[in-house]
């Protein structure tokens, strides 16, 4: 069964530095998306990704994060100067259409900003 | 989005029935109910969707009633690696897709 690919797997940065996560979705996707979810609490949508751009993001996806599908094969995010509480897991995930069924999930990156 | 409400824990012996409930009073005609599930911190796995009539597919049934305001998610025969925390979505106004998760409902399946 096809799987989104999601590398590292854990990750350990300083605050402050600049880190970016790695994706290679489902090759006939054409939706991506990243979410975060911090240690004991809910799945957080951060933002979607179609056609080479975003088509929605979050509060929480402020300036410091970003977004990019650099080839035809990877979907990057990139937070700019890491906080303390960026500390989460960060899950990708890719679809065929904008529908909230048939997403497939990564096994995400955990993210720790010591 | 449809405000859902899932109870925040349920046990389950092995090889029963898990029958989690969920309530949507408030959705609206074109929302569906989606349900995913996560397995101990893993990515979230989608299970089943369903706007008005029960569906069924490989791994659970929706059951939906005639009002819409409620559904419930049925593992026919719960196995211990179905212990996870399950997620009654109701969306249908967001054309990007996005998920909108709450607490959902803890399952933990007993030997």
């Known amino acids: 069964e096809p799987e989104v690919t999601q590398t590292p797997s854990h990750q350990v940065t300083q605050m402050g530095q600049e880190v970016i996560l790695r994706c290679v979705p489902i090759s006939n996707h054409l939706y991506f998306y990243w979410y975060r979810q911090i240690l004991g609490q809910k799945v957080e949508f951060l933002v979607s990704?179609?056609?080479?751009?975003?088509?929605?993001k979050s509060e929480i996806f402020d300036d410091q994060f970003s977004v990019e599908r650099p080839d035809g094969s990877n979907f990057t995010l990139k937070i700019r100067s890491t906080k303390l509480e960026d500390s989460a897991m960060y899950f990708c995930a890719s679809s065929e259409q904008a529908t909230a069924y048939g997403y497939t999930f990564g096994s995400g990156t955990r993210l720790t900003v010591v | 989005d449809a405000k859902t409400t899932q109870p925040p824990s349920m046990d389950c012996a092995e090889g029963r029935a898990a029958n989690l409930p969920c309530n949507h009073s408030?959705?609206?005609?074109?929302?569906?109910v989606y349900w995913y599930r996560q397995i101990h911190s893993q990515g979230p796995q989608y299970i089943i969707h369903?706007?008005?009539n029960n569906e069924t597919n490989e791994m659970a049934s929706l059951i939906i009633t005639e009002d819409r305001k409620s559904s419930t998610l049925i593992l026919p025969h719960a196995t211990l690696r179905d212990t996870a925390v399950y997620y009654c979505i109701a969306d249908g106004s967001s054309n990007t897709g996005k998920l909108i998760f709450g607490q959902g409902t803890t399952l933990q399946v007993k030997p």
């Open positions: 990704f179609y056609n080479n751009e975003i088509s929605e």
């Open positions: 408030t959705i609206s005609g074109n929302e569906y």
């Open positions: 369903g706007l008005k």
